[in-house]
């Protein structure tokens, strides 16, 4: 693995059902972060983590859980999904505070 | 509130230049990013201000006035693999990125 993976790259779901997208990095980044993209709007923070073993909510958390049990994982959880969570997903990491962030290829989630 | 804006579609011809400008309106101030996103891609990092002026980095440079809230990303000599989106970003007081809607840049030949 070099950077961040993600998986899947995308699923098509049933509304209702749970789902967890998975992200994993080796660049031993102390933070991530898990954004939504849709058409028409910038990235929106759904999750993020400083530190392993530390959460925080973003600008649109309602829907969603994330767990940071080691530093290289960041999964991120719709419990019971909606078609509102049609989006594509980002997980992204960065070593510290000002840094650039990098970026997974997505997941692609439909909701039906 | 916070905000970045940002034109959302321009159009340009292969060798020539562009300016995409962003202006921002954000909780304290640590700095911009710039982004560069192709279709269906990740965004990858471009460049970061913090202080006033202008950064270069080959074809690409990136200028900012803080007292004025604007950044612009200047794209020379383009070519057509540059067409893509272009996403501003902003840091907050609390080290959390704003983002604008982005820039698509149309390349034509």
């Known amino acids: 693995i070099a950077g961040i993976t993600q998986a899947p790259t995308s699923q098509i779901l049933a509304a209702g059902r749970r789902m967890t997208l998975r992200c994993t990095q080796d660049m031993r980044h102390n933070a991530m972060y898990w954004y939504r993209q849709d058409l028409g709007l910038g990235l929106r923070l759904i999750h993020y983590?400083?530190?392993?073993?530390?959460?925080g909510k973003g600008e649109v958390p309602d829907g969603y859980s994330v767990s940071r049990a080691n530093t290289d994982d960041f999964p991120l959880t719709l419990a019971s999904a909606v078609p509102s969570q049609t989006s594509v997903y980002f997980c992204?990491?960065?070593?510290?505070?000002?840094?650039?962030?990098?970026f997974g290829n997505g997941t692609r989630l439909t909701v039906t | 509130g916070q905000n970045i804006d940002q034109p959302t579609e321009m159009t340009a011809t292969e060798g020539a230049i562009v300016q995409i400008n962003c202006t921002y309106q954000t909780s304290g101030f640590n700095g911009l990013f710039w982004y560069q996103q192709h279709a269906g891609e990740a965004p990858t990092f471009l460049s970061y201000n913090v202080l006033d002026g202008l950064e270069e980095k080959g074809r690409f440079s990136s200028f900012l006035s803080r007292s004025k809230g604007y950044s612009y990303l200047l794209l020379k000599e383009l070519q057509m693999k540059d067409s893509a989106s272009y996403l501003c970003a902003t840091m907050d007081s609390n080290y959390q990125l704003i983002w604008g809607a982005g820039t698509k840049l149309i390349i034509k030949p």
């Open positions: 992204a990491s960065s070593g510290d505070s000002n840094s650039p962030l990098h």
């Open positions: 983590s400083n530190t392993a073993g530390t959460t």
